[in-house]
Structures are given as C-alpha cells and as structure tokens.
C-alpha cells in the first residue's frame, strides 16, 4: 500500500517535469529550425572515467535540414541525405557509405532540429541558474548509448552542451561554444564530397 501511495503521490510531478523538459526542448528546437541552416562551433570531448582518458578537440559543423558537415580531429564528414562521405586528407582518402540507421540515428548531430522526438523518453533534472539539464533515454536500447544529457540555456533557448554516455564507458562531450545562421546559407553540395575537386583523392566505396 505504501508504494501505491508514493507512486500516485510522484505521477504528477513526473508528469510536471516531462512537460517542462518538452517545453524547454521545444523552445531550442524552434529557434533553430528558425535558421535557415546552422553553423556550430564546438569542442569534442573523448572520456573514459573508468581509464583515465580525456582527449578533446575543436570542431566545426554545419547542419541545414537532413544533412551536415562535420569538421573534427582532421577529418571532414558529409551527409547529404542520403550518402556519408568521411574524407581523410592526411591520407588522401574518401569512404562513402550508407548511414546505418541503428548507429547514425542517434549520432546525427542534425538530432538538435528533433532532439525531443518519439526516439526519447525525457526527464527534467534540473533547472538552475538561467540553465536547464534535460536527460534523454532511448526508447529502444541502443547499441552504444545509453542516455544522453543536454544543457540549454533557457533565456537564450540555446543548446550548449551535450553529452552521450556510452554503455562502453565511453562518453562524448559536445561543448558549443557558438550555434548561429552561416553567413551564406550553403546549398546541396556543400555536403557531399567533391571528387572532382579532389583528382588525388582515393575514393572507396562501402556500399
């Protein structure tokens, strides 16, 4: 009887702290798709508590409906909506694949356009100081994730951190240091590998 108390007693303020997460959501994912694409910079953090491991490096990305750029650890990553392309100029060297829906789902940085989507079950943590710290648990298990945590401030409805824990130990920290409008709205293939820019360029195929 207890527990049939408590758990009655705690339905609506879970139920309040879910509506306030989504609102909270929303309200970063409107001033987004308000853009007419986005221009992020950001630092990447690689860190394994467990090993003691911390790696971090700056980054650049550029998201516009579906697709993105993603410019990292001296790699350039493409996504047109329909092909991945991952060019290495170190070794002059382009990998196209098909995106695997079970992997890239979750890890499409184009996730801040949806971040509140049928894919997360969402929980308020806290609220504090103009910033908010909202916990998404996927739905379905995934292979890698097992939650994801944003931070936005929530007088700006911008997003400035996000944080993915790995079932691995493994976590990834996305510290965004800036989130505006490029100065010149890129078009289709701004994302997608130019070969023929690049003739020196070995193309392998994973398709």
Not at 14 to 24: D, G, L
Not at 47 to 65: C, D, F, L, T, W
Not at 100 to 105: K, L
Request: proline content about 6%.
């Amino acid at each position: 009887m207890t527990c049939c108390l408590l758990a009655w007693a705690s339905a609506p303020l879970t139920a309040q702290t879910e509506a306030r997460a989504r609102a909270i959501l929303d309200n970063a994912v409107n001033k987004i798709k308000a853009y007419p694409a986005v221009e992020v910079v950001f630092s990447l953090t690689m860190e394994n508590k467990v090993e003691g491991v911390r790696e971090s490096y700056p980054g650049k990305a550029y998201m516009k409906e579906n697709m993105y750029r993603i410019e990292v650890m001296d790699v350039v990553n493409y996504f047109d909506g329909e092909l991945i392309y991952t060019y290495m100029p170190e070794v002059e060297e382009v990998n196209i694949r098909l995106p695997e829906e079970e992997q890239e789902d979750l890890l499409d940085p184009t996730i801040l356009f949806d971040i509140y989507n049928q894919k997360f079950a969402r929980r308020l943590l806290e609220e504090k100081d103009g910033k908010a710290r909202v916990e998404l648990t996927p739905k379905t298990p995934h292979k890698q994730i097992k939650t994801i945590e944003v931070q936005i401030n929530v007088a700006t409805n911008l997003v400035e951190r996000v944080t993915s824990f790995g079932k691995d130990d493994n976590d990834i920290i996305i510290a965004i240091a800036s989130l505006k409008p490029p100065a010149q709205t890129p078009d289709a293939t701004f994302f997608r590998f130019d070969a023929d820019a690049h003739p020196n360029v070995e193309v392998i195929d994973l398709r």
